[in-house]
């Protein structure tokens, strides 16, 4: 996939993942309080847009330094590594 594309695509997705969380938190509040109880497709729904939006952002930190004008294999499973690592390493303090 070309570089441009791909940072396009996961710009959108950052982005518009973290707006429409913050809007719908906005919308979503009680008093300062979300429940879990009736809000749990939402949740879980961007639960996996984040895990995507995380993702998509260590590949595209990891092709910054490359010349190419396409990522290639190599840079898209070290920039998946990278995400699998942060994210096993976020549970590990959450826990």
Known sequence: MPKKWFNIISRFLMGGTLVSFLIWVFMAQDNGTIYYEGNES??????IL?????IA?????????????TISKKKVFSGIAIAVVFLLWRLSVTF
């Open 57 to 69: 952002g260590s590949i595209g930190l990891n092709t910054m330094d490359d010349k190419s004008e």
């Open 42 to 47: 939402v949740i879980h729904t961007f639960l």
């Open 50 to 54: 984040f895990i995507l939006a995380v």
